[in-house]
């Protein structure tokens, strides 16, 4: 077939409508070979035949005379000779003679034009080989491309030269040039010869190097090439499987001189240029000794996030979420958020005293939300850096998160108003897998913020580490191919490279709604932070360094050289940008107190009073009615939609939900239901997300019902509950959980009036986002005056499952409380419940029963602020007989239990009782049904703490001073060195006054959190029952 597509290109006259056109058009897909062009003379009507559905005609003729030239007739045969020997048809073409008596011996007579056998195969491997010259250029070009600013590596660390490609003399000398091109051509990898480079060749469709032309010579061709893809743009693009999007980057980098700027706009990028210098020189005058992590090197940075967002503001965005390591980040912060330079300035103020609202955090960690108008695109744009730790990419997955909740909450379906950008340094990008996982969320339904720009700050070296040291992979960017993001690279010394690239990537970006990465190949002019000395492990690097010109400075030569501006007009913009930065200078000595709430990066508007604080230090009931709760109950055990064809064991599950609302109770799977309707209700999104949350780890939840007739016809029971109920949104994810807690900490910190929860798969696998958790649940408020209100759901309980299925560490969550375990609050004091809650750094509670499960969801909501809320969930409880709420405990006036107190026979003689044992969560019926097989109901009193912090001081007083004659013990399945027993301690005993010991029950100390033996497991659980109920336990240790 190629044969016929190559005859018909060679035999079609060339017109002015054969020329290159953008992807958009609509061409055949061969319309256009790789045939050596004819300089056709004759007309397209001399040669009607080639025109209209003639041409598949003479196609088949050329076909068969390829196969056999006998079994054509003889004109066809000496036309087809005549062409293929180069004669333009015209000329080619003879017509037959007429029919007589001699015509046939006259026709055999004829002669052709020229005396040649078709020479078909030689064209073909010509065309096939311009082709794969072509495609080789735009599959490796990237690896020939300057990229090195200075001028020593190359970017993918790799000296060579692709083997297929005839590299310019820019990067080889013409010797070498030469021999490469006699390689490549005679009998060599392309089968050329030397003398075929002035040939002129028709291009291909895949190309876009001819602009206005469909020919050109192949040394044209090269060059074409060369000045495409092996200057100062390396274009990664070809493992994109998507032809449409392939076009579209071969159009915007290979058409000629489509990388114009006006002089207007190369001014602004100077002045751009002259403010990321400037500042940077400004800090290091004044602050010589301080860290600051200046973007020396790669100052082209804030005129690239500029160009970013004025193209994105052109397109229709107005809100930009960005996330970034530390280096640059304050001239991020006062370049392109426009934070007021005084705010930054006086952060180096050692004096500078800080505000009571929290630890704080070092300057270049802080985010910042501001809106103002884009003096490009005369819009209103929204800019939000947000705050993150040194952990570096932790922050990519909370950035997406957030972008995804302002998209959901504006209604932002396709991501055209809500967009992100994150920044990267090059040797995390590569070595952080956090990177990965946020990639995979990329195009998920539930978690795609409709395409990222990535833009790299690639300094060649991480810290002291070599980047040939730190990664396996050519670039640190090769992991966004994995989601077929094209990567542009590009040498941060053009600045107008930069530009470009980052207009494209913008561009893309809005076009496909996909990821985009740009690599910005730079250096880093100082150490690690100011005051590293980089020469101890990188000498030869930094003896280049020292001498290098700085950007500005090339730059600025540059246009004074073509006119654009002049020496004065360049001095005057940097002693203008001075004088703004001296002035702010002064302004930031009248700085005397930090307020960290001036860098917040989510603020919450009408959620608190002006001045930040609560409006209200109550809590209002977290109950509901009867006729709330049966609604609620009737719709999720039953199928709201018709035509849907259920699973039938899921019928009997709902068909015993339906019974239980009868019965007037609840299960746990039925209480989070009403939880989570009822909020809907009031207005709350609410957003569960997770490993199989939809139908739940333990096929307990069942919130997305499945069609078993009808592939991916679902139904959600939630979101039929009121006519104008907030929508209901659960979502299965990744197998990841890092990534996924990050990004619904973000979701989290968009609006107070959601409820987001993240549920583990079993609690322990938690501890793969313990980054997410150390570093931004925990100390978040306290580090960034940030509040969030984000719900953790970690199935936790010693039941024979093993060391990796059985504990969701609450010692590590209590242990990062903030509470004084040495220390009574004071006890009296108006709404103490509610002081605690607003005073420490996240809640801690696990739940013995639905009914308290069904408060504490409620109250995350009704409470007037918001903190993290840590719950360890059950797994046997789920189905337990005795694991029921009655309707009694959930109605309006009813309010969560942060202690469930002992109840029966011992709570009626209290001075009998001999021992009170304290516990919490699936224990408390391991005990109840001991104490019942020994018939010791009045003498052990079981008392549940369901809110571990903040700790019950005032409840657990009270339930102490009514057993005034028991022994105090407290009782866990986990082994003593994990659960609660190191924080339950000493925050009984000082409520006690420490007056009595308190006791343990429970497993020996161990490595493992629980054994992988089921005899093993059950002895030990017996044996701590015996420690529990044995009266004499602790007599030996008084």
């Not at 992590?293 to 005129?303: A, H, K, N, S, T």
């Not at 390591?325 to 050692?350: M, T, Y």
């Not at 929860?757 to 408020?781: K, M, V």
């Amino acid at each position: 077939m190629f044969h016929l597509r190559t005859c018909a290109a060679k035999l079609r006259p060339l017109t002015a409508s054969q020329t290159v056109k953008t992807f958009s058009q609509n061409r055949p897909a061969a319309a256009r070979t790789l045939g050596q062009i004819r300089c056709f003379t004759s007309p397209v009507a001399a040669e009607p035949f080639l025109s209209g559905t003639s041409s598949n005609y003479v196609e088949e003729m050329y076909y068969a005379w390829l196969e056999n030239p006998k079994s054509v007739h003889k004109s066809w045969d000496i036309f087809f000779r005549n062409t293929n020997a180069g004669a333009p048809p015209g000329t080619a073409y003879q017509s037959p003679l007429p029919l007589s008596p001699g015509s046939l011996s006259a026709m055999a007579r004829a002669q052709p034009l020229v005396e040649a056998q078709p020479n078909v195969d030689k064209l073909v491997e010509d065309h096939l080989a311009v082709q794969s010259l072509i495609r080789a250029y735009q599959i490796r070009g990237h690896h020939v491309a300057q990229l090195d600013p200075l001028g020593i590596l190359d970017a993918d660390l790799d000296s060579s030269v692709p083997a297929d490609i005839i590299s310019s003399t820019d990067k080889l000398d013409l010797a070498v040039f030469k021999e490469r091109l006699r390689m490549l051509t005679v009998g060599g990898f392309y089968g050329l010869d030397e003398s075929d480079l002035d040939k002129v060749f028709h291009l291909p469709t895949t190309t876009f190097i001819g602009g206005q032309e469909s020919a050109l010579p192949l040394r044209e061709i090269i060059r074409r090439l060369e000045m495409a893809y092996c200057q100062h743009i390396g274009v990664e693009f070809m493992f994109i499987n998507d032809l449409e999007q392939c076009q579209w980057i071969r159009q915007k980098f290979e058409t000629p001189g489509i990388m114009q700027f006006t002089n207007e706009e190369k001014r602004t990028l100077l002045a751009r240029l002259v403010r990321s210098t400037r500042f940077e020189d400004f800090l290091q005058r004044k602050w010589s000794s301080e860290k600051r992590f200046g973007l020396e090197g790669c100052e082209v940075l804030i005129p690239a996030l500029k160009t970013i967002i004025d193209k994105s503001s052109e397109n229709g965005v107005d809100y930009v979420i960005m996330g970034m390591p530390h280096r640059g980040r304050l001239n991020v912060l006062a370049n392109v958020i426009r934070k007021e330079l005084e705010q930054i300035f006086c952060q180096f103020d050692s004096k500078l005293e800080a505000a009571d609202e929290g630890s704080g955090d070092v300057k270049y960690h802080l985010g910042m939300y501001h809106r103002r108008i884009n003096r490009v695109t005369d819009r209103n744009i929204t800019l939000s850096l947000v705050a993150n730790p040194s952990h570096l990419e932790a922050a990519d997955p909370v950035v997406m998160g957030k972008t995804k909740a302002e998209q959901f909450y504006c209604g932002d379906t396709e991501g055209k108003k809500v967009m992100s950008i994150l920044l990267h340094g090059d040797a995390a990008f590569a070595g952080q897998g956090i990177v990965y996982e946020t990639f995979h969320l990329s195009d998920l339904p539930s978690y795609t913020t409709h395409g990222t720009v990535h833009v790299v700050v690639n300094n060649q070296i991480g810290f002291t580490t070599d980047p040939r040291m730190a990664r396996s992979s050519p670039y640190p960017t090769d992991v966004a191919r994995v989601v077929n993001a094209p990567i542009f690279h590009v040498n941060s010394d053009d600045p107008e490279a930069v530009m470009y690239v980052c207009k494209v990537a913008a561009e893309w970006r809005s076009t496909f709604h996909k990821d985009v990465v740009v690599d910005l190949v730079c250096y880093r002019r100082n150490g690690h932070n100011e005051m590293d000395e980089p020469m101890f492990t990188q000498p030869l690097m930094y003896k280049q360094i020292r001498k290098q010109k700085p950007v500005l400075q090339k730059y600025a030569e540059l246009l004074v050289s073509q006119g654009v501006v002049n020496q004065p007009e360049y001095e005057e913009e940097i002693s203008k940008y001075d004088k703004i930065c001296e002035e702010a200078f002064t302004r930031s000595k009248d700085e005397k107190i930090l307020h960290i709430k001036h860098w917040l990066d989510s603020p919450w508007p009408g959620f608190f009073t002006l001045d930040g604080q609560p409006r209200s230090m109550t809590c209002p009931s977290t109950g509901l009615t009867e006729d709330i709760l049966t609604h609620i109950g009737n719709v999720a055990s039953s199928v709201p939609v018709e035509n849907f064809t259920i699973h039938g064991g899921l019928s009997r599950i709902l068909k015993t939900r339906g019974e239980m609302v009868k019965n007037r109770t609840v299960d746990w799977a039925l209480a989070e239901y009403m939880a989570f309707g009822s909020l809907l209700k009031e207005g709350i999104h609410i957003r569960l997300s997770g490993q199989d949350v939809e139908r739940g780890t333990f096929s307990h939840r069942h919130h997305v019902l499945h069609d078993q007739n009808v592939d991916k016809k679902t139904c959600i029971p939630m979101n039929h509950l009121w006519p104008n109920q907030a929508p209901y949104t659960v979502c299965n994810s990744s197998l990841s959980e890092y990534g996924v807690l990050g990004f619904e900490l973000g979701f989290a910190m968009a609006s107070p009036n959601a409820l987001v929860l993240w549920e583990a798969q079993f609690g322990d696998f938690h501890n793969t986002a313990q980054c997410i958790i150390d570093q931004f649940i925990c100390p978040g408020q306290a580090k960034w005056v940030r509040q969030n209100g984000i719900v953790l759901l970690l199935p936790h309980g010693m039941e024979g499952m093993g060391p990796e299925h059985s504990s969701a560490r609450p010692e590590r969550f209590l242990q990062m409380c903030n509470d004084d375990p040495d220390v009574l609050p004071n006890l009296e004091e108006a709404n103490f419940d509610i002081n605690q809650l607003y005073d420490c750094n996240w809640v801690v509670v696990n739940c013995s029963t639905p009914g308290n499960f069904f408060h504490v969801l409620r109250r995350q909501i009704l409470l007037p602020f918001r903190k993290p809320l840590i719950i360890f969930t059950p797994k046997s409880l789920l189905r337990h007989p005795e694991a029921r709420t009655s309707f009694d405990e959930m109605l309006s006036g009813t309010h969560f239990q942060r202690v469930i107190p002992e109840d029966g026979l011992a709570a009626q003689n209290p001075e009998n009782v001999k021992r009170l044992l304290f516990c919490t969560g699936k224990v408390y019926y391991d005990l109840t049904r001991e104490r019942k097989a020994r018939d010791m109901a009045e003498q052990v009193a079981i008392t549940r703490i369901e809110q571990l912090s903040p700790f019950p001081f005032d409840l657990l007083l009270r339930e102490v001073q009514k057993y005034p004659n028991a022994e105090l013990a407290w009782c866990q399945e986990e082994h003593k060195n994990q659960g609660y027993y190191d924080y339950v301690k000493p925050r009984l005993r000082t409520t006690i006054s420490r007056a009595k010991p308190v006791w343990y029950a429970g497993r020996d100390p161990a490595a493992a959190p629980a054994t992988g033996n089921k005899k093993t497991h059950l002895t030990e659980l017996q044996r701590l029952l015996d420690t529990a109920f044995d009266l004499d336990a602790f007599k030996n240790f008084s």
